[in-house]
């Protein structure tokens, strides 16, 4: 009799949807019966477990379990490194964004910490991991050489200044390239003051680095092709006193003695005004 009643209730819609009700309702009470899945572990355990997921590869997960000990135990001794060994361990997997952001948090948090140095390092290695090729934008670029030199600057006897500097001088080479292909594509298309420009930006901004002489050849080129003789003979001049071997001297010393002139310096040339004050 009553199972029949019980069939005969929930066979109406009004009293099925009443049954589902309580049936959710007595579902969720025993579910509160349960256990929290949130465990909280102890800190050297947690750590632990952070740094074989690192070893293993496993570079996702290090960086969870980090952010594990930060989350649990905030203020141990452990938070502050783990907050770094997450972002290295984001760094270590291509995530640049995210560890750059870590390492902000990390670098506004703890400004004095022993460790921070290292922060400002592998904040810049991020940048510098991610310059493209030269014929792309370099914003990369300049961010990477912002942040090298942030380091170089705060931490001037750090054993990371030194490899920061190094990458300094290859980022500037890169920025140079980037010029140097712009300025030989304009004189391709006989724009050559256009190239002048670029080619002139090289010597005065990047001119430690080795895209130097091609840029002085480069300008003699299109000096001789707009005829400004006087500038041509003096940028040759220049090439050959600072490059005498170089295999760009020997391409503008051909361009001039084809056309019955030689490299001569010239007073109040642009190029030796220029170069005498980078000297």
Known sequence: MKSGLFRH???TPLARVTYALSLVATLAACSSDEKPTYVERPVEELYSSANNALKAGENLEAARLFDEVE????YSVWASKAQLMAAYALYT???YDDAISALDRFIELHPGNRDTPYAYYLKALSFYEQISDVGRDQNMTREALSSLRDVVRRFP????ARDAQLKIDLANDHLAGKQMTIGRFYLNRKEYLAAINRFRLVIG???TTTHVPEALHRLVEAYLALGIIDEAQATASVLGHNFPGDRWYQDSYALLTGQNLEPEEKEGSWISEVWDSIL
């Open 9 to 11: 209730l929930i066979a």
């Open 71 to 74: 989350r649990q135990h905030p």
């Open 93 to 95: 997997e291509n995530q």
């Open 157 to 160: 006897e750090s054993k990371y």
């Open 205 to 207: 901004q990047f001119q």
